[in-house]
């Protein structure tokens, strides 16, 4: 009967199943790649003081361009680099490494923001990316880019991943010439840890079309990668897509946002606009704007992270896993004697929740999220009774 009243695009949509959310017992929670930590308490006074000071914006709308915001994400990415973790501090004040230094000021006009970097890359695919030609993306990435493919009935062309599970640089620029669809990947890649190097995607972009779009998506690389925001300045066919939900405590704000030319900025606010004439909610632009301003909190967060998952895996090597090197706050790993299913029930038979994905190819691998040094000591001792059975 309901299928006599939908509409026929329904028939494409296969919604993305996120990590599970059990209400039965209180797990310790390691399989969304969710912050352990809480945000900076800044941000909880800016919210309170914004809700206690100014009941009456709630009844307003806010405001439509987020500016406040923008300026506040531009200069924490002026701060830090766009590499949280390897950034400095000093009395207070946070400089780049050397290394992840961008040689030029980001500007907010290269900022758009949205509901999660869920939202905005749903407008990016809606702005760059064609139903009449192929996009390309690596056979294993983050689960939602073929979900939008299905939403905008956007034809993919997907490419297998090496042998040692890096992304095949050279055959996703091969097929985009033939497509001519744009390129998308996530660097670091998810659920694999993975990232290129900027030097590798400066070659990739200079050899592809400067008509090709290039949308690279760097939800993790405040842990550990390489940010290619300092590439804009050569590029004006790169995106760069960056979320709060990891590396800034932020997942239950749901902010995420672009980098890019003003130009391309511009046509991602005429989707949006097109959709729903209002950005973020206010209280969400007061919490990102104050979570901005407290880079150092965020760098320290950051280094823990990498730190406790360096001893995680550790731990796992000389456990006889097999773990790829990972430059994100997560772990994809699996062990020669147990398979992917097996490990993740044990785990949950011992309170801690950690993520299976059944897909061929790898279901025998566990994607860990790192917590605190407390909770993966806890999933330590989880593992070795499992290994132990
Ligand atoms: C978590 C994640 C996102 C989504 O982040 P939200 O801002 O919470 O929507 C986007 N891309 C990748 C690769 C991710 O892992």
């Given at each position: 009967m309901v299928t006599?009243?939908?509409?026929?695009?329904?028939?494409?949509?296969?919604?993305?199943?996120?990590?599970?959310?059990?209400?039965?017992?209180?797990?310790?929670?390691?399989?969304?790649?969710?912050?352990?930590?809480?945000?900076?308490?800044?941000?909880?006074?800016?919210?309170?003081?914004?809700?206690?000071?100014?009941?009456?914006?709630?009844?307003?709308?806010?405001?439509?361009?987020?500016?406040?915001l923008h300026a506040a994400i531009a200069d924490m990415l002026n701060q830090s680099g766009g590499v949280l973790c390897r950034a400095k501090v000093d009395g207070g004040k946070v400089t780049p490494a050397p290394e992840?230094?961008?040689?030029?000021?980001?500007?907010?006009?290269?900022?758009?923001?949205?509901?999660?970097?869920?939202?905005?890359?749903?407008?990016?695919?809606?702005?760059?990316?064609?139903?009449?030609?192929?996009?390309?993306?690596?056979?294993?990435?983050?689960?939602?880019?073929?979900?939008?493919?299905?939403?905008?009935?956007?034809?993919?062309?997907?490419?297998?991943?090496?042998?040692?599970?890096?992304?095949?640089?050279?055959?996703?620029?091969?097929?985009?010439?033939?497509?001519?669809?744009?390129?998308?990947?996530?660097?670091?890649?998810?659920?694999?840890g993975i990232g290129l190097k900027r030097e590798e995607v400066r070659q990739m972009i200079k050899k592809a079309s400067p008509d090709e779009i290039f949308i690279v998506d760097e939800a993790y690389v405040d842990f550990g990668g390489e940010s290619c925001i300092p590439l804009l300045a050569e590029f004006k066919n790169l995106v760069i897509v960056r979320t709060f939900s990891k590396s800034l405590c932020g997942a239950g704000q749901r902010l995420g946002y672009i980098v890019a030319n003003p130009e391309l900025v511009n046509i991602v606010t005429t989707v949006k606009n097109s959709v729903n004439h209002f950005p973020i909610d206010a209280v969400a632009q007061v919490s990102g704007t104050a979570a901005c301003h407290d880079v150092a909190y965020y760098v320290e967060t950051s280094k823990k992270v990498a730190e406790v998952r360096d001893d995680f895996y550790s731990f796992l090597k000389e456990n006889g896993f097999y773990v790829i090197p990972s430059e994100t706050n997560f772990l994809f790993a699996k062990h020669p004697n147990i398979g992917g299913d097996e490990l993740y029930k044990g785990i949950k038979a011992e309170g801690l929740l950690i993520r299976h994905f059944s897909t061929p190819g790898i279901e025998e691998f566990v994607r860990i999220t790192i917590g605190t040094k407390e909770q993966m000591e806890e999933l330590k001792k989880a593992f070795l009774k499992i290994l132990k059975k």
């Open positions: 006599m009243i939908t509409s026929n695009r329904m028939k494409n949509l296969h919604p993305y199943v996120p990590g599970e959310q059990p209400k039965d017992r209180d797990y310790i929670k390691l399989n969304a790649n969710e912050n352990p930590y809480a945000p900076s308490p800044a941000v909880t006074k800016a919210v309170v003081d914004f809700v206690q000071a100014h009941p009456e914006k709630l009844g307003l709308y806010p405001d439509p361009d987020s500016l406040e992840d230094k961008i040689p030029f000021t980001v500007t907010p006009d290269m900022i758009y923001s949205g509901n999660g970097s869920d939202e905005v890359l749903s407008f990016v695919f809606y702005a760059f990316f064609d139903s009449g030609r192929k996009f390309v993306m690596p056979e294993f990435t983050y689960s939602f880019y073929p979900v939008y493919a299905g939403f905008y009935n956007i034809p993919m062309d997907n490419v297998p991943l090496r042998s040692d599970w890096s992304l095949d640089t050279d055959e996703m620029l091969k097929r985009a010439a033939a497509n001519q669809g744009g390129i998308i990947f996530a660097n670091p890649n998810a659920p694999t």
